[in-house]
């Protein structure tokens, strides 16, 4: 079966899932446990644990490829959040989104509640209809708390939010000279999502704290070899360990593997030289 889920890792196992079955595996390839996951419904996931529970976030759509270097989103299965014990497997609770046009755009686990990015969408138009935030307990599953993120509470001076997209809260950092505190840090019970104009913030109870425009904010990049790369107004500024910039690179973005960094530019692949960096 295809692989469908994002792993987790943890010191001694690997969770994954397909279209068929959430696995655990130890590091030795031994199977340790597997658990049924419902028939023609699971599509792309999200796999996370802590130590008692997996998680796992069934996200409602899958990826077609029309051309080799284009994938597109379809709807396929049904959105659903399924909670698993850890050492065993056995579901604990499995809880269906009633549409299937639902997607779930992103996940964050914050303690004992889990939220959801959540959008209705068209397909065949790439649109969003809606966009919600929902708040649900780790423990049971159950449906704690739910917001429309178009609704005026989320409006940051006098304009309109703007679409939503993903959870940030340890990737937007602040600076005050040499010393970098990313927004989760800054508050460790604080969601953090990322907006078309800055980042908004929402305390546990998804009532907004506040919001802060890209001008003011680092985003992390990529992280290698002891250095940290912030994309900020155009460039990328790689920071060593002790908070100290380095080197301003003028790209947008970054792409990372494991050994290498890329970035693209006006057509042309670039390939940084991190022997370089280190050096100056």
């Given at each position: 079966?295809k692989?469908?889920?994002?792993?987790?890792?943890?010191?001694n196992?690997?969770?994954?899932?397909?279209?068929?079955c959430?696995?655990?595996?130890?590091?030795?390839?031994?199977?340790?446990?597997?658990?049924?996951?419902?028939?023609?419904?699971?599509?792309h996931?999200?796999?996370?644990?802590?130590k008692?529970?997996?998680?796992?976030v069934?996200?409602?759509?899958?990826e077609c490829?029309?051309s080799?270097?284009?994938?597109?989103?379809?709807a396929?299965?049904?959105?659903?959040?399924?909670?698993?014990?850890?050492?065993?497997?056995?579901?604990c609770y499995?809880?269906?989104r009633?549409r299937h046009?639902?997607?779930i755009d992103?996940v964050?686990?914050?303690?004992?509640?889990?939220?959801?990015?959540?959008?209705?969408?068209?397909?065949f138009?790439g649109?969003?209809?809606s966009?919600?935030i929902e708040k649900?307990?780790?423990?049971?599953g159950?449906?704690?708390?739910?917001?429309?993120?178009?609704?005026?509470?989320?409006?940051?001076?006098?304009?309109?939010?703007?679409?939503?997209g993903s959870?940030?809260?340890?990737?937007?950092?602040t600076?005050?000279?040499?010393?970098w505190v990313?927004?989760h840090?800054?508050?460790?019970?604080?969601?953090?999502?990322?907006?078309?104009?800055?980042v908004?913030h929402?305390?546990?109870?998804?009532?907004k704290?506040?919001?802060q425009?890209?001008?003011?904010?680092?985003?992390?990049?990529?992280?290698?070899?002891g250095?940290?790369y912030?994309?900020?107004?155009?460039?990328?500024?790689?920071v060593?360990?002790?908070?100290?910039?380095?080197?301003t690179l003028?790209?947008?973005d970054?792409?990372?593997?494991?050994?290498?960094?890329?970035?693209?530019?006006?057509?042309?692949?670039?390939?940084?030289?991190?022997?370089q960096?280190?050096?100056?």
């Amino acid at each position: 079966a295809k692989v469908v889920s994002s792993p987790a890792f943890d010191t001694n196992a690997i969770y994954i899932a397909d279209a068929e079955c959430l696995r655990c595996f130890d590091y030795d390839g031994n199977m340790v446990w597997e658990t049924g996951l419902p028939s023609l419904k699971t599509s792309h996931s999200l796999v996370a644990y802590d130590k008692n529970r997996v998680l796992l976030v069934n996200q409602g759509y899958a990826e077609c490829y029309p051309s080799p270097y284009h994938a597109l989103p379809v709807a396929y299965g049904k959105p659903f959040i399924a909670g698993f014990m850890r050492k065993t497997g056995k579901l604990c609770y499995i809880h269906e989104r009633d549409r299937h046009t639902d997607v779930i755009d992103d996940v964050e686990w914050v303690g004992n509640a889990v939220y959801l990015i959540v959008s209705g969408h068209r397909f065949f138009s790439g649109r969003r209809n809606s966009q919600t935030i929902e708040k649900y307990d780790v423990m049971t599953g159950d449906l704690m708390d739910k917001r429309d993120l178009s609704s005026a509470i989320y409006e940051a001076a006098g304009d309109a939010v703007g679409l939503v997209g993903s959870f940030v809260g340890s990737l937007a950092y602040t600076r005050s000279d040499t010393t970098w505190v990313s927004l989760h840090e800054s508050d460790t019970t604080g969601i953090f999502i990322a907006c078309d104009k800055g980042v908004l913030h929402l305390n546990g109870n998804l009532v907004k704290v506040g919001y802060q425009p890209y001008e003011d904010l680092y985003m992390l990049n990529c992280e290698l070899d002891g250095l940290r790369y912030f994309s900020k107004g155009g460039q990328i500024i790689v920071v060593d360990a002790s908070g100290h910039e380095v080197a301003t690179l003028n790209f947008h973005d970054l792409y990372c593997t494991e050994s290498e960094i890329y970035s693209i530019k006006d057509k042309t692949l670039y390939v940084i030289n991190r022997e370089q960096l280190r050096m100056e």
